[in-house]
């Protein structure tokens, strides 16, 4: 009897410490063999934002081996609604993401999402959409990466102002030596299109460059609200468009649309955009569309990418290249004209 008790109490032992490396082993499993990335997007079909997910992947795949962790990215779409957001950012904790990337669907509401993520202790990168400064401060885990806006609108302008200079004969329409315009703005709020819009304009104007505004609207980076509201600008203005100013790529290519579509007969005015999606690159190459401004989605995924792995490896962000206050990450755009859009539709 004495014996079996002996080897019962022996056996148990046994049995708790092979729980309990089991369990050493499931943790330490976790956290080293593998890092999840949740990733929100504000809207899934997105043409740039879905550029900057494609290149994630890539990255990651090109990127995997040299890390000693698996590496497993999740993108969800929140399709336009804080409430879906707000509930995947939820899932996303719950099961234990080591990282939380998001592309906030309202950038003003980025708070009660650093408040959960704080209290769960998993740090978040925001991106593309920027929360304002009192909200990335709420924490110091909370990151944001996106592209430098002022200098989108700059490179914009020197488009405009160096087809205008070439020809003014041609360009200004009405001859009255100004540049009269219509502005097709991206969501309202979003610091993107408020920068652009602002910056263009005061670009040119310190160029000396005098300019008239006809209409300005926002077509929130959607095509299809961009044919809309060109149409019945062509309608209203006709010929006297002479420049569109477009917020980014996608509602430049409706502008060009509506031009092409519409009965209403008028010269082409000079026509600009933001963020080099091919289907840009091609107009400019065909002559329909005169100038973009990379947004660099590749940069981007290749920053929210790096400061994962900083992150998740403990290595401090302050290393990672162009960072700025440890946590901003914002990277700049190249100019394309006809003059050098081969090169970039060859990648
Ligand atoms: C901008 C981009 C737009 C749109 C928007 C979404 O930076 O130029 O095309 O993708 O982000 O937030
Ligand atoms: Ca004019």
Redesign the pocket.
Same mark, same amino acid.
């Given at each position: 009897m004495k014996i079996n008790k002996k080897f019962f109490n022996i056996l148990s032992l046994m049995l708790v410490s092979t729980f309990m490396v089991g369990c050493n082993n499931q943790g330490d499993f976790k956290s080293k063999d593998e890092i999840k990335i949740g990733i929100t997007l504000y809207r899934q079909d997105d043409v740039f934002i879905s550029n900057i997910s494609n290149n994630l992947e890539d990255i990651v795949k090109e990127n995997e081996s040299k890390y000693d962790s698996k590496i497993l990215l999740q993108f969800v779409d929140a399709k336009g609604s804080t409430l879906n957001q707000g509930n995947q950012v939820d899932k996303f904790i719950n099961q234990d993401y080591d990282i939380i990337c998001v592309n906030l669907v309202d950038r003003t509401a980025a708070a009660t999402i650093i408040d959960k993520a704080k209290s769960a202790d998993i740090p978040v990168i925001f991106f593309n959409r920027e929360p304002v400064e009192e909200d990335m401060n709420r924490w110091d885990k909370i990151y944001y990466v996106g592209s430098q806006a002022e200098q989108s609108a700059r490179l914009q302008a020197d488009i405009v102002a160096e087809k205008w200079l070439s020809n003014v004969e041609l360009y /200004? !329409?009405?001859k /009255?030596g !100004?540049?009269?315009y219509v502005m097709l703005e991206g969501e309202q709020g979003h610091q993107d299109s408020l920068i652009r819009t602002e910056y263009c304009i005061k670009a040119l104007n310190d160029k000396g460059i005098e300019l008239e505004k006809l209409a300005d609207d926002s077509a929130n980076w959607q095509s299809d609200q961009a044919i809309t509201k060109m149409s019945q600008w062509i309608k209203e203005f006709g010929d006297n468009i002479?420049v569109v100013f477009s917020n980014n790529d996608s509602m430049a290519l409706g502008t060009i649309h509506a031009i092409n579509s519409n009965s209403d007969l008028i010269r082409k005015p000079i026509i600009v955009g933001v963020d080099g999606i091919k289907e840009a690159l091609e107009a400019i190459k065909s002559g329909q569309m005169d100038g973009t401004v990379i947004n660099d989605a590749y940069g981007q995924a290749k920053a929210l990418f790096e400061i994962s792995m900083a992150v998740s490896n403990g290595d401090p962000v302050e290393n990672i290249n162009g960072i700025e206050k440890g946590k901003y990450k914002k990277l700049p755009h190249t100019k394309i004209t006809i003059d050098n859009v081969d090169e970039y539709l060859k990648e």
């Open positions: /200004d !329409k009405n /009255d !100004k540049i009269q002479e």
